[in-house]
T-cell receptor, first 113, second 114 residues
Framework: TQTVSQSDAHVTVFEGDSVELRCNYSYGGSIYLSWYIQHHGRGLQFLLKYYSGNPVVQGVNGFEAEFSKSDSSFHLRKASVHWSDSAVYFC???????????FGLGTRVSVFP | EAAVTQSPRSKVAVTGGKVTLSCHQT?????MYWYRQDTGHGLRLIHYSYVADSTEKGDIPDGYKASRPSQENFSLILELASLSQTAVYFCASTGTGGTQNTLYFGAGTRLSVL
């Protein structure tokens, strides 16, 4: 059984600030880790994913995430947020594409001008 | 660009009625999924399919059936809709190779059961 924990339900930041969204997982085997963004009233959109190799992965719109096996974590970061980054962010894990993804509960990010 | 289209975008159904949610993808993907989203529960997998004419149960299949008549189409069927099935439903697809484990989502169907 795989589980995903996102410790922050809501994060508030100002435009230009940096932000880090935390994700911790539990899974016994090789996994895919990914982040998705959901703007209000929309479907989820892929941001980035990790399977192996360089533990820091770059995604769209300046997002990056870092995998840590020792901490069982895959935290998402952005150096300078924009108001359009206001959305809900979901961390997800998968042991293989046939099984689908298991999602965390999401972190809502509110960016103020 | 990869595309997943869901219909209808919103639906009001009566308790005990039959509801069919449709999903069409033009990604040429083999894998398709139905998730429901509820406040406080995130997204949960209902059914999925990796080939036409075959479906598999996800984590919360009770009360739902699925149908995959072709590679492009994947339907979710509620034979006897209940109040507890009020939620937003998302369809997604993924392929193999480079797109493996990257899900492409539709815009969602908001279902209200009264």
């Amino acid at each position: 059984t795989q589980t995903v924990s996102q410790s922050d339900a809501h994060v508030t930041v100002f435009e230009g600030d940096s932000v880090e969204l935390r994700c911790n997982y539990s899974y016994g085997g090789s996994i895919y880790l990914s982040w998705y963004i959901q703007h209000h009233g929309r479907g989820l959109q892929f941001l980035l994913k990790y399977y192996s190799g360089n533990p820091v992965v770059q995604g769209v719109n300046g997002f990056e995430a870092e995998f840590s096996k020792s901490d069982s974590s895959f935290h998402l970061r952005k150096a300078s947020v924009h108001w359009s980054d206001s959305a809900v962010y979901f961390c997800a894990v998968s042991g293989g594409y046939a099984q689908g993804l298991t999602f965390g509960l999401g972190t809502r990010v509110s960016v103020f001008p | 660009e990869a595309a997943v289209t869901q219909s209808p975008r919103s639906k009001v159904a009566v308790t005990g009625g039959k509801v069919t949610l449709s999903c069409h993808q033009t990604n040429n993907h083999d894998y398709m999924y139905w998730y429901r989203q509820d406040t406080g529960h995130g997204l949960r997998l209902i059914h999925y399919s990796y080939v036409a004419d075959s479906t598999e149960k996800g984590d919360i299949p009770d009360g739902y059936k699925a149908s995959r008549p072709s590679q492009e189409n994947f339907s979710l069927i509620l034979e006897l809709a209940s109040l507890s099935q009020t939620a937003v439903y998302f369809c997604a697809s993924t392929g193999t190779g480079g797109t493996q484990n990257t899900l492409y989502f539709g815009a969602g169907t908001r279902l209200s059961v009264l």
